[in-house]
């Protein structure tokens, strides 16, 4: 057993909320909820938040507390042919979202300092696509590296570097105590805020007002599966090097049910913070609400700045929280990210935690200054869509099959402290075994079919295939060779 633990229950729960409480919730659901069905849209994703996503929070947390280790080496343990599933978990993680998402945390740091003096105005599309990005016409044509950028994303590099390898309870946990509570916080004066600004009203309408007809559309339901697997952050190894760090006696069906709930909780809250704002710029306008909403990165770097450009009063502070909020966002989402990799190659190659850590996050700025060039938005566009239809979902795919027919009925639920003939623990098993690995080669196929007959984002096919396809094989050749490689002290030490 690792000699590294989580001092408290709570600051366990905190990190592993902060690892599914990302960007995505923010510029991702409220947009998801708004497209199909608004309240309505929340009956599918809490069903498949319920059933999905329940279930394989718990298969994640049974895996790596029942093997004490990262998800590679729990894997090699339950199964040796299996080794090579837990490596790519982790290098979807790193290589498939981290590279990328240190950049976007970069910059909100740039944006929380532009909120100041209001630097994006009077056109804070022309401000972030041209004066900021610098974005060039296609993806082929890299540009110049953008060094404002470069700077931030080298600071977001060096505070994950700082916290990560200072371990689980003197660095993640102690980092996680603050950075959540102060996000919430954050995001319910936000809310509060939104709720006063004129033509708030009718923003909270278009969001939540229900439309029954879209649960009648099967991209409705496949939507929510989406959301729900790329919400809570399964699939990337996170969870199962988390729950290595905790107490025999842990309660993990308990945790599974606070970790999805509170995340569940804050990306509708987001939602909240979100649409009031449209709506207040609605009204301004005098337009419908669709011509103002905007989703990823357009929502929050353009959409928003506008808003608050438009604000009666204070807007600084206003920019600034907002700001501040995401990068807390995003920062614990990549602290855990970084952890899950770490965890895994500090087990394979026996290595000073320290120097894994410091390898990590030097290479990982290398590798993310693909992201600061002009073409870098183009690029984050098409990574992000492959992993998270493609890479994300094949992982989630082989954790279900692992943990429900490989390690068995029985040793689960053993471990898990349930009953093997109740309801509950009978239809955990059935989801596990058959309607999740189901469901996700269905959302797999879909996404393939879909992306090859109608070019995602109007890019060509031939481009999606070398870029995206290749990144993937990329992270495929990746993973595959450090499965090669001898463990250091063994498998089981």
């Known amino acids: 057993m690792t000699q590294d633990a989580w001092r408290s229950r709570t600051g366990f729960i905190l990190a592993a909320l902060g690892s599914a409480i990302g960007l995505g919730n923010i510029w991702r659901f409220p947009y998801m909820a708004y497209r199909n069905g608004g309240g309505a849209f929340l009956i599918p994703y809490l069903i498949s938040v319920a059933g999905i996503g329940m279930a394989l929070m718990m298969a994640e947390l049974a895996v790596g507390h029942r093997f004490r280790a990262s998800q590679p080496q729990a894997f090699h343990r339950g199964n040796k042919s299996w080794e090579i599933a837990g490596w790519w978990a982790v290098s979807v993680g790193m290589l498939g979202v981290t590279l990328y998402y240190c950049v976007v945390i970069g910059w909100t740091i740039n944006f929380f300092f532009y909120s100041l003096p209001l630097s994006w105005e009077p056109n804070p599309g022309d401000f972030f696509f ?83 007809s879209k649960l009648l559309e099967p991209r ?54 979100v649409f009031s704002t449209m709506g207040f710029m609605a009204q301004l306008q005098g337009l419908p609400i669709d011509k103002v909403m905007k989703s990823g990165p357009g929502l929050v770097f353009v959409a928003f700045p506008q808003a608050i450009s438009s604000l009666p009063g204070m807007r600084p502070a206003f920019g600034a929280l907002f700001f501040l909020s995401l990068f807390l966002a995003g920062l614990s989402s990549a602290l855990s990210l970084i952890e899950a990799l770490a965890s895994s190659l500090t087990d394979k190659f026996e290595a000073p935690r320290s120097r894994i850590v410091a390898i990590i996050c030097l290479a990982g700025f290398f590798g993310s200054l693909m992201f600061t060039t002009g073409s870098g938005l183009y690029w984050l566009d098409i990574v992000d869509h492959h992993v998270t239809q493609y890479g994300l979902v094949l992982s989630g795919f082989l954790v279900s099959v692992f943990a429900s027919w490989i390690l068995g009925r029985s040793e689960l639920l053993d471990h898990l402290g349930g009953n093997h003939d109740s309801l509950i623990g009978r239809l955990w098993i059935w989801l596990l075994r058959y309607l999740i690995p189901l469901v996700l080669a269905a959302l797999f196929v879909w996404s393939l079919i879909t992306d090859l007959t109608k070019a995602y984002e109007g890019y060509p096919v031939p481009m999606l295939i070398v870029l995206g396809g290749g990144w993937l094989a990329a992270m495929g050749a990746i993973a595959y060779w450090v499965c090669l490689q001898k463990w250091r002290s063994g498998p089981e030490g």
């Open 130 to 212: 041209k004066s900021f990005l610098g974005l060039s016409k296609a993806p082929t044509q890299i540009g110049g590296i953008r060094w404002s950028i470069v700077l931030s994303t080298a600071f977001v590099w060096v505070a994950c570097w700082q916290i990560v390898s200072r371990g689980i309870a003197s660095g993640i946990e102690v980092a996680l105590k603050i950075m959540m509570p102060l996000m919430i916080v954050l995001l319910l004066t936000l809310m509060v805020w939104s709720f006063f600004l004129p033509g708030s009203a009718a923003g909270l309408w278009a969001y939540l007002k229900p439309d029954f």
């Open 220 to 273: 409705v339901w496949i939507d929510a599966v989406g959301q729900t697997f790329f919400s809570l952050s399964l699939g990337f190894g996170i969870i199962v090097a988390y729950a290595r760090y905790l107490p025999e006696d842990a309660n993990l069906t308990a945790d599974a049910r606070w970790i999805v709930f509170g995340d569940t909780l804050f990306a509708v809250a987001a939602g909240v913070v």
